[in-house]
């Protein structure tokens, strides 16, 4: 994707609600491919989840002086990931950017650092596509939400109950 200077400060801003030094590794690679890629619901009421990540864009645009259009369609997995973040770090307390990575981390993708060769980027996408077309488990894991003990299946719940039902878990610990 060729991105306009507007749309690259965009994006730089994105990754500067995510990264944060982890052991001095860059994550760009990932944040990249996860940018690259719309979020696509399914599930009624999931576009709730997908204009958390699209208010992103007037938050940043709100800090612009001269604002131009961001030249974007649809709501990255990376816009996704950050609104959900700043949900569950509102829900459960904490640190928005924690969550973010508790996130990457549920999607087993905090070990995809670079230098990403092409098997872990065909595995990221593998792991985002799972994530957009909800082919992870009965249980969560695959997905943002896992639950040890769920009650429906999740691939058929609005993210926002499974990151209830997620919370709740932990809070039961």
Not at 62 to 79: N, P, V
Not at 101 to 121: A, F, G, P, Q
Request: charged share 30%.
């Amino acid at each position: 994707m060729t991105l306009q200077p507007i749309d690259f400060e965009y994006y730089e801003w994105l990754i500067g609600q995510v990264d944060t030094p982890r052991n001095g590794k860059s994550y760009r690679g990932l944040f990249e491919r996860m940018h690259n890629l719309e979020f696509v619901w399914t599930v009624p009421n999931d576009n709730n989840r997908l204009q958390d990540g699209l208010d992103l864009r007037a938050e940043f645009m709100g800090s612009k002086i001269k604002a131009k259009k961001l030249q974007l369609d649809g709501c990255t997995i990376l816009e996704l990931l950050i609104g959900l973040s700043r949900r569950v770090a509102f829900i459960a307390g904490g640190d928005d950017r924690h969550w973010a990575w508790r996130l990457i981390k549920n999607l087993r993708l905090n070990k995809m650092s670079d230098e990403l060769t092409k098997e872990n980027v065909d595995r990221i996408d593998e792991i985002l596509y799972n994530l957009v077309w909800r082919n992870y488990r009965y249980d969560g894991y695959g997905g943002f939400f896992p639950l040890n003990n769920p009650e429906r299946d999740q691939t058929q719940v609005e993210i926002w109950f499974q990151m209830q039902a997620y919370v709740n878990e932990m809070t039961d610990l």
